[in-house]
DNA sequence: TTATGCGATGTTTACGCAAACATCGGTGTC
DNA sequence: GACACCGATGTTTGCGTAAACATCGCATAA
């Protein structure tokens, strides 16, 4: 294997200790000393104080600049009571999905004046949740965001730390937290009728994992969709959000006779299906039309451009921060669900029947 | 002038600022009364020490879960000097590198204790850069990692706060910092070689972004590669990471007559060139093979599936969070650029060329 | 002139925690 | 029995900051 490259940079000092020597910071107190003043008085031009006269103020800043000063959050904090950040926990940055909302979260924080910090959880079990509820009682957090399933802050070894205002989103909570989510039902439909108006006598699924609420949301609404329009539903295939899973299912559904059209609950299986159809000589959206969901931003390159559901995960990211902090400032834990439109793009994945067969 | 001061003595945090009346917390002393014991036993409790007797212990347990007590960070922070959070900056995170990095320095720093705070840059742009830089100086974190071109360090403006420790990855400063990289130049040369094997007269190259340090490495390692075996370069066409630039740059290579095999920055860029080249009929790996550099999951489900150079992010977010909390422990730091081994991982989209035409 | 007001700055204090030091009973040793 | 020792717990102190309050001096009003 590759040898790391490592050149040396200066030699490592002699002893020291883990946390041990922490080089005195230089404080108020240091900065006041050199400008002749007092350390409230460093405080005030810190601050922005308007009541400091500009002779007086040039000076402090001369000394914060000569002696680097930087303020002390810490001691900020234990005096403000608020860090100005928000914690965010959540599974796995491998969904899209979660990327796109962190994403938005932090630019929405940070417009905000608020920083973000991550908590992930390594595995969606009970005692990883609950131990990252746990660090996240002790965290540097003014707030935070779960980006979960929330089935699994279900149990009474999970709590929320209390006292702290939280958001939820991707999940059925609204009962008890605040909620925001994309509508999924509605973005379903619209997937499901497109195809249905198409001319389609019915929708097959490809499913996301069982313990996904999102997925769960939209294989009911598929199924609701079907049903109020007086169609039968096929049974749904289930995949676990990837692409390799996508494809696996698609070699099945290429050879089910009745199947024309397929409704996926992500883009990426949208990806590995589209792979199958076309290895198993089913063209698209000749023999079967594909609808998927999120719209990732390769949608548009697959082959063929993939015809899906449009999710506005920036709004969500900006609900998300402006009702955490909302509730941060009132002090009031709310409750409900907040729904984030979707939109179908209709791209070449999608036609009617071929009823010549 | 008519200076509009406000009568008032007070500035202008008067009335229900964001801040405004916050609950008072749950402190030590608090559960100390309750348990009938002194703060500092509380403290000893709280922080696992060992000699404290079962039965007091268990009296003060039962009276922080009573009151709901946390622990508070802050004035933890300023006691103990350190946050055991670290900062990450980053321009984006619509980049499959940049989230895996990510993501595998969160779960790095969280198996080290250490949590994960977030600084987005919009743009990239020295005043982001220097905005970002302030409110680092400020962020209630340890040390950072800093995932971007560094030449928008390298200003005068634009300092590190001294005395903080920080790691960069996706740079070429490894003569001011401690850099970790992918290998970009082992990997292109394992592309460029593969497809010169097999038969190529020479490789075209799909580049990224100017702008980024990786495009840089790895068309400059292309090139040094073709010129190596002795074979022109042919100029190389630019696209900015997207599945859409590369479907614009493929329509472009899919008629250039001598391009029988071309080498893309990325693996989204080579998404969109494979439909380019689909959709103006050339085919895969027989007219034109491609390989990519990434490999993300969805690569194995291109049409065909994609060969590509496989970054190992998890490595690289591993070295960064140890390198950072080396520097943090020894207080030095460090210089010279580590490099991870990338991997060629060969699917369906290379080929000899088609001679007989 | 003296009183008054107010702007600029200094002094005190408390935030919550934990290290350092102090105390207080009991035990073992001679 | 006096003393040293030790383990369990209490008391004091200070981390860096900023609110609250105090002071000082100058300008204007009476």
Redesign the pocket.
């Known amino acids: 294997m590759a040898e790391p490259v490592d050149s040396e940079g200066s030699p490592s000092p002699p002893a020291a200790g883990p946390a041990a020597r922490r080089v005195?910071?230089?404080?108020?107190?240091?900065?006041?000393r050199l400008a002749?003043?007092?350390?409230?008085?460093?405080?005030?031009v810190?601050?922005g104080?308007?009541?400091?006269?500009?002779?007086?103020?040039l000076q402090v800043l001369a000394a914060m600049k000569e002696l680097g000063?930087?303020?002390?959050?810490?001691?900020?904090a234990?005096?403000?009571?608020e860090f100005r950040t928000l914690g965010v926990i959540l599974f796995t940055l491998s969904t899209t999905g979660n990327v796109r909302t962190l994403e938005a979260i932090a630019s929405s924080a940070a417009h905000e004046g608020y920083a973000v910090t991550l908590l992930p959880v390594a595995a969606p079990t009970q005692d990883e949740v609950r131990g990252a509820f746990t660090r996240l009682g002790e965290l540097a957090v003014d707030a935070f965001i779960v980006i979960m399933e929330v089935h699994l802050l279900d149990t009474a070894t999970v709590s929320l730390p209390p006292g702290v205002q939280v958001v939820v989103a991707d999940s059925d909570a609204g009962d008890r937290y605040s909620v925001v989510d994309t509508d999924q039902a509605g973005g379903t439909r619209e997937a499901v009728r497109h195809l249905l108006d198409l001319g389609h006598r019915t929708v097959w699924h490809l499913a996301g994992p069982k313990e996904s609420f999102a997925a769960q949301r939209r294989a009911d609404a598929w199924r609701a969709t079907l049903t109020e329009a007086g169609r039968e539903s096929p049974p749904p295939v289930r995949g676990d959000w990837s692409a390799e899973s996508g494809y696996r299912a698609g070699l099945r559904l290429a050879d089910e006779p009745g199947c024309t059209a397929v409704f996926t609950a992500n883009d990426q299986m949208a990806l590995g299906l589209l792979h199958a159809l076309h290895e198993k000589g089913r063209a698209v959206p000749e023999d079967i039309s594909v609808v998927g969901f999120d719209d990732i931003p390769e949608a548009a390159s697959f082959i063929p451009p993939l015809t899906t559901i449009h999710q506005d995960f920036a709004q969500v990211g900006r609900l998300l921060v402006e009702g955490v902090l909302r509730q941060l400032r009132t002090d009031a834990p709310e409750r409900g669900t907040t729904l984030v439109p979707t939109r179908l793009v209709i791209r070449s994945t999608t036609a009617p029947p071929n009823t010549g067969s």
Do not use: I, W
């Open positions: 005195r910071r230089v404080s108020m107190a240091d900065v006041a002749g003043v007092s350390s409230q008085t460093v405080s005030r810190s601050n104080h308007p009541t400091v006269v500009e002779a007086t103020r000063y930087r303020p002390n959050s810490a001691a900020r234990l005096k403000s009571g």
